[in-house]
C-alpha cells in the first residue's frame, strides 16, 4: 500500500525509495548541468528514434542534433 500512499500524495517517498521505483521500472536518475539539458535531450530523442526504426544504412550519425523547432544550425 506504500505506492498508493505516494501516488495520493499522502506519503512523501525518501530519495532511496524513489530511485528504487525508478530503477524496478528501467531507468535511472542522473544529474546533468542545466546548460547540457539540450544536448541530452537530443540524445534521449534520438535514441528512441532509432529503437523504433532501426536499418544498417545508419550507423554513423552525429551525436547531437538540433531540434527541429529552433531551424537551421
Known amino acids: 500500500m506504500h505506492i498508493s500512499a505516494i ?3 499522502k506519503v512523501t517517498p525518501r530519495f532511496e ?3 528504487e521505483l ?3 521500472l528501467g531507468y535511472d536518475v542522473l ?3 542545466r546548460d547540457l539539458v539540450p544536448v541530452v535531450q537530443s540524445l534521449v530523442r ?3 528514434r532509432r529503437e523504433t526504426h532501426r536499418t ?3 550507423d554513423e550519425r552525429p551525436l ?3 531540434d527541429e ?3 537551421p544550425v
Open 64 to 66: 547531437y542534433l538540433p
Open 46 to 48: 534520438d535514441h528512441g
Open 69 to 71: 523547432k529552433e531551424g
Open 31 to 33: 544529474l546533468v548541468p
Open 7 to 9: 501516488e495520493t500524495g
Open 22 to 24: 525508478v530503477r524496478v
Open 56 to 58: 544498417d544504412e545508419e
Open 17 to 19: 525509495t524513489m530511485l
